[in-house]
């Protein structure tokens, strides 16, 4: 598909726990507009009318509380273990942020380059519409380690389906054009302004 703006646009992804976050604060600390894809979802799930109206066609009327406002666990109930209903979702909602990210980036043209941050990137194919794809690597322990740490809530049933509806560090690797390693035997700073060294260069041309 065709290019849609001038900007270089790169991509950021890797399983849950392997420090997405913390890697985009570094490179939102070298200047670099940030598009947070699971945040912008989010809201766009409880604040677009559009999508809210589909949500409503699609799941009825308990996908809304009396107040108008998403009945995430409602929502989140009938998604997690039923696939058909998991599409249905991400059929909405992706288009959504897709057009959302296309909006965002017409705003940061003067970027050196943008930065777009989703944990299902690759799952869901956009990355496809990108310059190039970093993945995140850790192992699994480790990311185990942290999801405990930052979501005490979560239990580890929870966690392990979470692990497993989402691609393997293997397959990520094998997709992406960098590897930043979040292992703890690496410094994260200057892998992450090499990389930024590398876009600046590319996005000049």
Known sequence: MPKRSSVLEVGITGGIGAGKSV??????SLG???YDAD??????LGNDEKLKHQLKE??????????DLLNRIFL????????QQLEKLNRLVHPRVGEDYEDWVKQHQAAPYVLKEAALLIEAGSYRRLDFLIT???PEDLRIERIK???PQRSMEQIAAIIKKQLSEEERQEIADFVIDNSGTRLLIPQVVKLHRFFCEKGKR
């Open 23 to 28: 890697v985009c604060e570094i490179f939102k």
């Open 32 to 34: 670099i507009p940030i």
């Open 39 to 44: 945040s912008r979802s989010k809201w766009l």
């Open 58 to 67: 699609t799941f009825g009327a308990k996908a809304f509380t009396p107040d």
């Open 76 to 83: 989140a109930e009938e998604v997690f273990h039923n696939p």
């Open 136 to 138: 995140v690597n850790a």
């Open 149 to 151: 740490a930052r979501d």
